[in-house]
């Protein structure tokens, strides 16, 4: 066995779990970015009158279909 003192033992093991708990964060911080980036349920419209299927980023309750202009409500 390989004698180390305890302040030393006690400074390796904060290190460690420091070091473990960053690379979960940045991990799980670069997954959710990615999930960010990519689109949502929620962005996608169906048409009611055309049934034409879209994406639209911004609107949040109405949408205008692009193919036929009719307006749609979520
Ligand atoms: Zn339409």
């Known amino acids: 066995m ?3 003192d305890l ?13 473990i708990m960053s690379l979960l964060w940045v991990v799980s911080e670069s997954r959710r970015r990615a ?4 689109p949502k349920e929620n ?3 169906a048409c009611g ?6 994406i639209d ?12 202009g009719n307006l749609n409500k979520k």
């Open 7 to 19: 302040s030393l033992a006690l400074g390796l093991y904060l290190l460690i779990g420091v070091g």
């Open 49 to 54: 009158l055309c049934l034409y299927q879209y």
């Open 35 to 38: 999930a960010d980036l990519s």
């Open 43 to 45: 962005r996608a419209w």
């Open 57 to 68: 980023s911004i609107a949040e309750r109405f949408s205008r279909c692009p193919r036929c």
């Open 2 to 4: 390989i004698p180390i």
